[in-house]
């Protein structure tokens, strides 16, 4: 589960305070120091009680030019822009009987939708109980990312964010399902961004088969490779020939047989393209071209 930080500091800081003194050292979640250095910054934030209510009327009166905007869905709200290595973030997550909840589903919160990260943050419950989770942990190396993959989830605890709970949650490493606290709650995050990131794969699971079901991190060169291949370029099929075969990314790999197989209509030909992604080398690839291959048999 993820790791907790004892942090007992009774200071506080104002936001602009935070931004400035985070913005100063490169916050690495592998390194205990600066991890340390930021979880203490966190907790100043997280003893303010006013700013965030400050900030968020400020906003909603057109008060200030301040940089607060949505993202990450409807909850999530940035508190401050990229400097460095790291964000600043505000989760609002509403109980079964907010409004918003009923309005939109769980799932727009998130809720019950079992998954990992493939970035680390910093958390601190700021209000409220705070939601629950149900706690995993997983080996990432061990998977690759397919549909019905089996993960081996290993179940550690059910446990809530409640006001001034400080933990990291390591990229790759925690699973979690969470539920909806018992009345309306607000975390804040420090979000550290590695710009590999977006190559490696956010997963979602179902825990009682302990299998990924699907990848949940977007990934804009896929589109881009689908739309060039698309076109019927000989260059882009060259490309995509290449990518299937030869890109690190197995993800990237497994987008470039399905925009080729996409462009035929011959079923034999899609066969074989197929059929050659089962020879590829990627175990990613390799297994959803059997199911793909198996699919076409039976037309």
């Given amino acids: 589960m993820p790791q907790l930080i004892d942090n007992p500091c009774d200071q506080n800081c104002s936001l602009p305070e935070a931004i400035e003194a985070l913005a100063q050292f490169d916050f690495d979640p592998r390194d205990e120091a600066t991890t340390r250095e930021a979880a203490d910054w966190l907790r100043k934030l997280a003893n303010n009680r006013e700013f965030l209510g400050r900030v968020l009327l400020d ?8 940089m607060v905007e949505s993202g990450y869905g409807p909850q999530a709200i940035v508190l401050s822009p990229l400097r460095g290595n790291m964000f600043l973030r505000a989760n ?4 079964e009987h907010d409004l918003c909840f009923r309005n939109s589903g769980a799932k727009t919160f998130v809720y019950g939708v079992p998954h990992d990260h493939n970035f680390a943050f910093l958390t601190c419950g700021y209000l409220g109980p705070g939601y629950e989770s149900d706690y995993f942990e997983y080996d990432y190396e061990g998977v690759t990312g397919y549909s019905g993959e089996l993960a081996d989830l290993r179940f550690v605890e059910r446990s809530a964010l409640h006001e001034g709970r400080l933990m990291l949650y390591r990229a790759h490493r925690d699973v979690h399902s969470q539920l909806p606290p018992k009345a309306l709650s607000i975390s804040l995050n420090i979000m550290h961004v590695d710009p590999a990131q977006a190559w490696f794969d956010q997963y979602g699971f179902e825990l009682e088969s302990k299998r990924v079901t699907r ?3 977007p990934n804009a060169n896929e589109v881009f490779l689908r739309a060039a291949v698309a076109g019927g370029s ?3 099929e060259e490309f995509a020939h290449w990518v299937g075969n030869s890109h690190p990314s197995e993800r990237l790999r497994l987008a470039s047989f399905e925009a080729r197989a996409g462009r035929q ?3 034999t030909a899609r066969e074989d393209i197929w059929r050659e992604g089962e020879l590829s080398g990627s175990r990613m690839v390799a297994a959803v071209a059997r199911e793909r291959r198996a699919a076409l048999a039976k037309l």
């Fill in 215 to 217: 990848v949940l991190s």
């Fill in 59 to 66: 906003r909603l009166a057109g008060r200030t030019e301040t």
């Fill in 265 to 267: 209509t011959d079923q």
């Fill in 234 to 236: 000989d260059e882009a």
């Fill in 92 to 95: 609002i997550w509403p109980a």
